[in-house]
Antibody, heavy 120, light 109 residues
Framework: QQQLQESGPGLVKPSETLSLTCTVS??????????WAWIRQPPGKALEWIGS???????YYKPSLKSRVDMVVDTSNNQFSLRLYSVSAADSALYYC????????????WGQGALVTVSS | DIQMTQSPSFVSASLGDRVTLTCRAS??????LAWYQHKPGKAPKLLIY???NLQSGVPSRFSGSGSGTDFSLTIDSLQPEDFATYYC???????????FGGGTKVEIK
């Protein structure tokens, strides 16, 4: 059974870089039929898509975050990662990784989420 | 970006009620819409994709309809496990920016 699991620091200082990794088990991240995505939910707010990456490294990002986001895929370890630069308190959120079918662009499998707080 | 507006933002309902949630897109997204159920401390769960396709394993009391800019999610005979927040998401691929609605919280009356 496929599982996605987020990992990374739970506390990041303002202006620094948020780094998270999603480890996929039970399925290959090299599948050509899925994108792999990051989605976040600030406290008390709605879900927000951040960006998506394909097995070959092709990415697309939420336009308003594009200048601060980088996603990479590591097929040898069946992982993909998120980097968000120059963070502020507004980036404090529960961060989810998810699987995204190439056809449809919805999210059909999710990790449990990783809470990241931006604070000095 | 395409904006997604959900209404109402809060619904109070009783067990066994039929509940209809709505979602409006700021432009035509054909049938490129998904619905999710989200409970505190849990991962969101895909319910519906392609506006009306029931995801495998989701109970048949959930149904989706609509096209263009207006969509709805209906829950027939509300069950205790259905009390949650529901989000719509547009999956239109051009322009390729995926957006969620603000959510509708379904609570027990």
């Amino acid at each position: 059974q496929q599982q996605l699991q987020e990992s990374g620091p739970g506390l990041v200082k303002p202006s620094e870089t948020l780094s998270l990794t999603c480890t996929v088990s039970g399925a290959s991240i090299s599948s050509r039929t899925f994108y792999w995505a990051w989605i976040r939910q600030p406290p008390g707010k709605a879900l927000e898509w951040i960006g998506s990456i394909w097995y070959n490294g092709d990415t697309y990002y939420k336009p308003s975050l594009k200048s601060r986001v980088d996603m990479v895929v590591d097929t040898s370890n069946n992982q993909f990662s998120l980097r968000l630069y120059s963070v502020s308190a507004a980036d404090s959120a529960l961060y989810y990784c998810a699987r995204q079918p190439l056809v449809g662009d919805y999210f059909d499998d999710w990790g449990q989420g990783a809470l990241v707080t931006v604070s000095s | 970006d395409i904006q997604m507006t959900q209404s109402p933002s809060f619904v109070s309902a009783s067990l066994g009620d039929r509940v209809t949630l709505t979602c409006r897109a700021s432009q035509d997204i054909k049938r490129w819409l998904a619905w999710y159920q989200h409970k505190p401390g849990k991962a969101p769960k895909l319910l519906i994709y392609g506006a009306s396709n029931l995801q495998s394993g989701v109970p048949s009391r959930f149904s989706g309809s609509g096209s263009g800019t207006d969509f709805s999610l209906t829950i027939d005979s509300l069950q205790p496990e259905d009390f949650a927040t529901y989000y719509c998401q547009q999956t239109n691929t051009f322009p390729r920016a995926l957006t969620f609605g603000g959510g509708t919280k379904v609570e027990i009356k």
